[in-house]
């Protein structure tokens, strides 16, 4: 089971972005993450007219490492590590680790 999962709320802890939060639209295998609005970079594309396509820079988002987000807890309005928990019916559910309340509803 995976600490921070898709359509999960972060907050970035580290580097030029800290501070900011955004929604995770990807969960990339390489222990990085595709965060909506976070870590935006400018990628030059060379446009090809037999296909249509366009040139020009574009704006788009590049991964951030794992280490550099935290989920957003909206009880304290601030980033929080994840635990787990083992229920009674024998399934594992996630924690706010300084609340000890349940992430998934």
Known sequence: MLKIKKDDEVIVIAGR????RGRIQTVLSTGKYLVQGINMVKKHKKGNPQKGITGG??????PIAKSNVALFNS?????DKVGFRTLEDGSKIRIFKSTNEAIDA
């Open 75 to 79: 009880a304290t309005s601030k980033g």
């Open 57 to 62: 820079i574009i704006d788009m988002e590049a």
């Open 17 to 20: 972005d800290r501070g900011k």
